[in-house]
């Protein structure tokens, strides 16, 4: 019988969550793109901030615990009896469930305040009431699908809830778009509700069948195994919860509420059609994908070995494919932004251009700092991070003097960027100095920014219609592919070595968790 992480379950994993991943991501640009014609400036503006809102509760009510399940459910999967494996997932998602449930009627609670606090009007009070209610449900969705399922590499069933999430939704959008080609801020909330709320319960389905599963294999327990200690779990949870706490202000959700409050909805609007485009990009980077992904064999594997160097190889691998990925996207955002918003949201959302591009940079530094977190709670180290995310203050603090010096908008991801690069320089010497040979993909990041700069200022010259339309973005995309691509030939920001373990990667078809290099 292959084990809970060989190779063999690892490749049908892939699989089933690129598959998955695709689909999805196809659903909710579509669910964006629709979302941006279908509702007002106004209300646009409304719903970013309110999306904005509850994912920053998700981060509030995670307590560190999301940590806990990436590092402790594959050493349940391997180590332990199916019964202790159970009791422990339902035990922590249990908990997660009450603390978005507190968070959620909390919420509800002070929905006048702060609708009046962040001049959304009272008009958007029916709406909080509802995103009350999707936080809870859309945060236990989370847990059970990305953590539990995720974590016990049972893709297709997380990705099953998910594309059902998705397509419930966008088909319900693309009904109204069909009819009425308007809709309110609380038809859209309620649409969410229920998708998620479906979602959710595939979910439970999904988990609760596998658990029962889990039963028939005997393979994975070891009898003289011992439950890690709850303060080992209490350490490594608050450590990265207060890593959270400390970052919380630096998060792009409050920069999206910063500017709702001191720039106004319509402001908002253009902010937050900016930073969904560059968050949709970041949700399908490699690093993104797969670090969420291989996580539990990667963790499964440092165990065994104790070898940070290959841990450290694995992860500067990814990020590189990353920024390979990403420089066509941002080559494009750099070169011709007017003409991407006017085609995506309307010629309305045409001056965020420029915010576009300063966030999908921000994309390229958050990938590495959650390379660096994944690394230092792999290797014990969680007070890293906390104190590195000590730096990144100078993000909201330097946001919110821009707005009141009423700055242009495009100027307030600046301190973003700004604080991302501390984060990095202080977590990478603090691994150092803890004893662990933290290396940074510096000279293939170099590599990559010539080629983007190489291939962004022939396409910035080619000249496009007054009014562009979807045939002219493909093309003009499919040019800043091609002139990126030839750059990153040319410049070649992965060495030999990464390229072969990335081929051999895909042709293996056998093997185990220890074998899982990329």
């Known amino acids: 019988m292959d084990g809970p992480y060989s190779l063999a379950r690892l490749r049908r994993g892939v699989l089933h969550f690129l598959a998955g991943k695709v689909l999805s991501a196809a659903l909710s640009l579509a669910a964006l793109l629709l979302l941006a014609r279908l509702l007002s400036t106004a209300d646009y503006g409304r719903y970013v901030a309110l999306v904005a809102l509850v994912e920053l509760g998700l981060g509030l009510a995670s307590l560190g615990l999301d940590w806990v399940a990436g590092r402790y459910v594959p050493e349940y999967r391997v180590r332990a009896s199916a019964v202790r494996l159970a009791r422990f ?67 297709g069933r997380a990705q099953l809830a998910l594309l059902v999430r998705h397509g419930v939704a966008v088909g319900a959008c693309v009904g109204i778009w069909l009819l009425e080609q308007r809709a309110d801020l609380v038809l859209v909330a309620s649409i969410e509700v229920g998708a998620t709320a479906l979602g959710l319960l595939l979910a439970a389905l999904g988990l609760g069948l596998a658990l029962r599963a889990e039963r028939s294999e005997v393979e994975g327990a070891t009898c003289t195994w011992t439950e890690p200690p709850l303060s080992e779990m209490r350490r490594l949870a608050l450590n990265s919860y207060a890593s959270l706490l400390m970052s919380i202000p630096t998060r792009p959700q409050v920069l999206m509420l910063l500017v709702t409050r001191l720039a106004g909805a319509e402001a908002a609007a253009l902010f937050g059609f900016a930073r969904a485009l560059s968050e949709q990009v970041l949700r399908f980077l490699p690093a993104e994908l797969l670090l969420g992904f291989l996580r539990p064999a990667l963790v499964a594997r440092y165990l065994e070995a104790r070898d940070f160097a290959d841990l450290n ?17 941002l080559c494009l955002a750099l070169a011709q932004g007017p003409m991407v918003l006017s085609v995506l949201g309307g010629v309305g959302f045409a001056p965020a251009a420029p915010l576009l591009a300063l966030l999908l940079m921000g994309v390229a530094l958050l990938s590495h700092r959650r390379m660096l977190e994944f690394i230092a709670n792999s290797v014990g180290q969680p007070e890293v991070i906390r104190r590195a995310s000590a730096l990144m203050w100078v993000a909201p603090l330097g946001a919110a003097g821009l707005l009141i010096l009423h700055a242009p908008l495009w100027t307030v991801p600046v301190p973003m960027l700004l604080g991302e690069l501390l984060f990095g320089w202080r977590a990478g010497n603090a691994l150092r100095a803890a004893g662990f040979g933290y290396v940074a993909p510096v000279a293939g990041t170099v590599r990559s920014l010539v080629a983007l700069a190489a291939a962004a200022l022939p396409l910035s010259l080619l000249q496009v219609g007054a009014q562009p339309g979807v045939w002219t973005l493909l093309g003009v995309g499919l040019m800043g592919a091609a002139l990126t691509l030839c750059a990153l030939a040319l410049v070649r920001p992965l060495d030999a070595a990464s390229l072969a373990a990335l081929r051999g990667l895909l042709r293996k078809n056998s093997g185990s968790a220890h074998d899982t290099a990329l």
């Not at 995103?131 to 995720?150: C, I, K, P, T």
């Not at 190889?313 to 420089?327: D, G, I």
């Open 89 to 155: 997932i339902v035990q922590l998602a249990g908990l997660q469930a009450l603390l978005l449930a507190l968070l959620g009627l909390l919420l509800w609670s002070v929905a006048e305040p702060l609708a009046a606090w962040l001049g959304l009007g009272s008009q958007a009070l029916p709406a909080i009431h509802l995103y009350s209610l999707y936080l809870f449900l859309e945060g236990l969705s989370r847990v059970l699908r990305d953590q539990m399922l995720g974590h016990l590499l049972l893709q």
């Open 313 to 329: 190889l694995q992860t500067k691998r990814l990020l590189l494919v990353s920024l390979m990925v990403l420089a066509p996207v």
